[in-house]
């Protein structure tokens, strides 16, 4: 019994020095999943906010609160600080990672675009 248990200990030890690297892009992934998604939503609804005030909304360092209250989007967990900034016509909405692998990169969109662009190799 004891025999197996070492074996199972090394197998263990040995897969996770193998899947360790891994798993940390595959988590970073996952993190910006929910960026993208998040500025998605903010392009969505800058469009409507546009349609309603003729103007768009702007915020350096966006909370989940702001965004909630003046877009109407509700930001569930906090991976990324957010920002909307002015740009020519139009905004860059911007989602900065505030750890891990990627910590200080970037997704951004413009409102001319929703196509997304990412900073960190680890999310693409």
Known sequence: MLEILIVVIVIGIVSFITIGPGYK???????A???????????NAQKRY???NN???????????ELNDNLGIL??????????EAAGDGYTAAAKRT???????KI?????????IKECDAWK
């Open 25 to 31: 892009r595959t988590f970073e992934r996952e993190k």
């Open 33 to 43: 999943l929910e960026g993208v998604n998040t500025l998605q939503l903010i392009y």
């Open 50 to 52: 546009h349609f309603q």
């Open 55 to 65: 103007k768009y909304y702007f915020c350096n360092g966006c909370t989940p609160a």
């Open 75 to 84: 930001i569930n967990r906090n991976y990324f600080n957010y920002s909307v």
């Open 99 to 105: 750890d891990g692998i990627c910590k200080d990169r």
């Open 108 to 116: 951004s969109l413009t409102s001319a675009s929703s196509n997304v």
